[in-house]
């Protein structure tokens, strides 16, 4: 059962357009969501969250956006660089933002081309 | 600031021998993680410690699996006896009180 589901494997965009990632999820309790970015042969690194009392979350190139009524985020990465080249995943919480574990979703492949 | 350390990176052993991981968090950090990536998923909780506490350890398989964190500073995960279907990378995370987790580098396990 995928508590958080990420239903695009891949997607390739072209360098200086935006990127947009999506991710759904189905627990309610969730209130805490994360996205993380990974390259081959490293662990994942911290890229933006935001809190379920926001619908918004800016950083940089980097915007979270959540709609809690339809259980669905996306980021968005503008302009999309040749570096945002990775795995992206979401991740999800129910401890209110404190120091639970993470539930991840599958992740998407992006695919910046020059 | 230094990050989450893991070692080994990599390990290949065949079906049956027992496995042990490492992992030393950011100093400072009181919640440690061990997650399991297979190929083409998104990371699975193992086990987590608050401390040297065990928070949450429904998702390890316990007749084989184990982990400890005993000083409340580093911990080991161990896999006794390894089955084919424990090829993947485990992943130890720490993170503060922020609910931002930081990831080692992962050990990649190949069981033959």
């Known amino acids: 059962d995928q508590q958080v589901k990420q239903n695009s494997p891949s997607l390739s965009v072209q360098e200086g357009r935006i990127s947009i990632l999506n991710c759904d999820y189905t627990?309610?309790?969730?209130?805490?969501f994360l996205w993380y970015k990974k390259y081959p042969a490293e662990g994942p690194t911290f890229l933006i969250s935001?809190?379920?009392?926001?619908d918004k979350n800016e950083d940089g190139r980097f915007t979270v956006f959540l709609n809690k009524s339809a259980k669905h985020l996306s980021l968005h990465i503008v302009p999309s660089q040749p570096g945002d080249s990775a795995v992206y995943f979401c991740?999800?919480?129910?401890?209110?933002?404190?120091?639970?574990?993470?539930?991840f979703g599958k992740g998407t492949h992006l695919i910046i081309q020059p | 600031e230094a990050g989450v350390a893991q070692s080994p990176r990599y390990k290949i052993i065949e079906k049956r021998q027992s496995v042990a991981f490492w992992c030393n968090p950011i100093?400072?950090?009181?919640?440690l993680y061990w997650y399991q990536q297979i190929l083409g998923q998104g990371p699975k909780l193992l086990i987590q410690?608050?401390?040297?506490?065990?928070?949450?350890d429904s998702q390890l398989p316990k007749d084989r699996f184990s982990a400890e964190r005993l000083k409340g500073v580093d911990s080991t995960l161990k896999i006794q006896p390894a089955k084919l279907e424990d090829s993947a990378v485990y992943l130890c995370?720490?993170?503060?009180?922020?609910?931002?987790?930081?990831f080692g580098s992962g050990t990649q396990l190949s069981v033959l």
């Open positions: 935001i809190s379920s009392i926001k």
């Open positions: 627990n309610s309790m969730f209130d805490y």
């Open positions: 991740a999800a919480s129910g401890g209110g933002g404190g120091a639970d574990g993470l539930t």
């Open positions: 410690f608050q401390n040297n506490g065990v928070v949450d």
């Open positions: 100093s400072g950090h009181a919640t």
């Open positions: 995370a720490s993170s503060s009180y922020d609910g931002k987790l930081f």
